[in-house]
């Protein structure tokens, strides 16, 4: 069970600290190319449901755009395995100082750019980790949080207004369901806001926040 009072002080203890000191602690951010602020990546191998859709004939993961090209990278694959070895060893120091470090890059920019997405590689890890993804945007208001998930079984709290939290289809080009008070991902179908990045010049979102907005039940992805 993730321990907030726990969390708390670790977060405590990083907002006395500077960002050279915490990013080590979490194992640093990413800054994605098409994203228009931070993001953060764990290993695809690490991915619980992913990894059983990988081997799945048209389902979204046999062709992740993270098993390939620059993800492959032996400076990219080592730096998201250190990530996933931070964050399971201690879920809440990890959490404290993730908190931290947000809030202290997000002081640095306009609260126009102020848009962070959870996982252009990898997933959550546990219910642990869920609760702490929560607890982090909780502690951070003055940022949007993006998080895409596979891990359906993760939802039963509601998320802080902050964080929009859209539960991706296996399939490609599978419809979400047409009733439904969740948020949804999907690829290679005609449902939803489609997401205007492949018409983009080198596939960034540019001005588009569609993926923060929770008025957006689903959104459609090209298949990359």
């Given at each position: 069970m993730f321990d907030m009072v726990r969390a708390g002080y670790y977060y405590r203890l990083g907002q006395q600290a500077g960002i050279k000191y915490l990013e080590p602690r979490v194992g640093g951010l990413t800054n994605t190319s098409k994203m228009p602020w931070?993001?953060?990546?764990?290993?695809?191998?690490?991915?619980?449901?992913?990894?059983v859709l990988r081997d799945v004939?048209?389902?979204v993961c046999s062709k992740c755009y993270a098993c390939k090209g620059f993800?492959?990278?032996?400076v990219v694959a080592e730096a998201q395995q250190k990530r996933l070895d931070i964050l399971l060893a201690d879920v809440e120091r990890w959490a404290g100082y993730m908190a931290a470090l947000i809030e202290r890059k997000a002081s640095n920019i306009t609260e126009a750019k102020r848009?962070?997405?959870w996982h252009d590689s990898g997933d959550i890890q546990s219910a642990e980790h869920f609760s702490a993804l929560l607890w982090i945007a909780s502690m951070v208001p003055t940022v949007k949080f993006y998080l895409p998930t596979k891990e359906r079984k993760y939802k039963s709290r509601i998320p802080p207004s902050n964080l929009v939290l859209?539960?991706?289809m296996p399939m490609l080009r599978q419809g979400a369901p047409t009733v439904t008070v969740e948020r949804w991902a999907t690829v290679g179908s005609s449902w939803g806001h489609q997401c205007p990045a492949s018409e983009a010049e080198e596939y960034k979102c540019n001005d588009c926040r569609a993926c923060w907005s929770p008025d957006i039940p689903?959104?459609?992805y090209t298949q990359h």
């Open positions: 931070l993001s953060y990546s764990l290993p695809t191998s690490a991915c619980k449901t992913g990894s004939p048209g389902s993800y492959c990278m032996p848009f962070f997405r859209r539960h991706s689903v959104i459609n």
